[in-house]
C-alpha cells in the first residue's frame, strides 16, 4: 500500500524504535500523520515537521492504560481528518517487577486501542479499510527467562495479532493485521536492566542476553515503516540485525472437523 495521501496513527511515536520509524515515515508524503504518547517531545515533533511540511503532524498526550483516553483520541482523529489509513500500536515497557503495569501498556491498551480503532476503519463501517501493525518482539516468539512477564506481554501481542490477521477478519473489514517483532536493539529499554527482571538471580542469565549483539534504532525504524507499506494480512515480521524477514510460525495444533 502507498502511504502517500493517507492519514497514519501512531500510538509511541516518540521512543526510540517509534520515532525512527516516525522519520522514515514522513518522507512517504503521509496527508497527515497523528503521533500518540506520553512523552511531550515537542522539538522531537517539530523535527518531524521540517521533514516533510506538506505531512500535518499532529501529537496527542496519550494514556494508553485509560479507554477514554484511547476512545477519545481516536475519535479526534476521525472529526479532523476522517478516516484513518494506518494503526501503528507501539507503546511499550520493559518492567517485570511490575506486572500490571507491563500488561496494561504492552498487551491490554495495545488490545482496546486496536478494538477501538477496527469499527473506525472497517470498510463496511465508517472506514475505508487499510493495515494496523501491532509491534511485538522476538521476544514474543521465543522464550525470554530473565523477563517471562514482558515475554508473556509480546507472546499476547502475537496470539492476538495473529488471530486479528484471519482472513476472516480482512474479508469483512478490509483491515490487514501485521505483527512487527524487533530483535535486539538499542534502545534505553537496556538501561537498569537488573532492575528490571522477573526475579533477581536472574542476573547472570540476563546480562547474557543483555551483551548479545544489538541492531541500531534506525534500521528497526525503516523496517516498520517498510512493514505498514507490504499490508501483509496476518504477517509475522522480524527485524534483526539489519535484515526484514517474513517468518512462518510453527503449528502445533490444529482442529479436527
Not at 509511541?12 to 512517504?28: D, H, Q, S, V
Not at 494508553?64 to 489509513?85: C, G, N, R, W
Not at 541500531?216 to 525504524?221: A, M, Q
Not at 517468518?247 to 502445533?252: A, D, G, I, L, Q
Request: aromatic letters at 8%; glycine letters at 8%.
Amino acid at each position: 500500500m502507498s502511504l502517500a495521501g493517507k492519514n497514519v496513527v501512531f500510538v509511541g511515536g516518540l521512543g526510540f524504535i517509534g520515532y525512527e520509524a516516525c522519520k522514515a515515515l514522513m518522507t512517504r508524503d503521509l496527508a497527515s500523520f497523528f503521533i500518540f504518547d506520553v512523552l511531550d517531545k515537542p522539538e522531537a515533533v517539530k523535527a518531524l515537521e521540517e521533514i516533510n511540511p506538506k505531512t500535518k503532524v499532529y501529537y496527542t498526550k496519550f494514556d494508553i492504560t485509560s479507554k477514554d483516553s484511547i476512545k477519545q483520541s481516536l475519535a479526534d482523529v476521525i472529526a479532523k481528518v476522517q478516516y484513518i489509513d494506518a494503526l501503528i500500536n507501539g507503546a511499550g515497557i520493559l518492567t517485570d517487577p511490575n506486572v500490571e503495569l507491563t500488561m496494561n501498556i504492552n498487551l491490554i491498551g495495545l488490545i482496546n486501542t486496536t478494538l477501538e480503532a477496527i469499527p473506525l476503519m472497517d470498510k463496511n463501517k465508517k472506514g475505508r479499510g487499510g493495515v494496523i501493525v501491532n509491534i511485538a518482539s522476538v521476544l514474543g516468539l521465543e522464550p525470554a527467562p530473565p523477563t517471562a512477564v514482558y515475554c508473556a506481554s509480546k507472546f499476547g501481542v502475537v496470539g492476538f495479532s495473529r488471530s486479528l490477521g484471519d482472513p476472516h477478519y480482512y474479508e469483512h473489514t478490509g483491515i490487514a493485521v501485521v505483527t512487527f517483532c524487533p530483535g535486539l536493539t538499542d534502545t534505553p529499554l537496556k538501561n537498569n536492566i537488573a532492575s528490571k527482571y522477573t526475579f533477581d538471580y536472574s542476573k547472570e542469565i540476563g546480562e547474557k542476553l543483555n551483551n548479545s549483539k544489538t541492531q541500531k534504532p534506525e534500521i528497526c525504524g525503516q523496517h516498520l515503516a517498510q512493514a505498514v507499506e507490504l499490508m501483509d494480512n496476518g504477517a509475522i515480521y522480524i527485524s534483526n540485525q539489519g535484515t526484514l524477514t517474513k517468518v512462518k510460525p510453527s503449528v502445533y495444533w490444529e482442529p479436527t472437523y
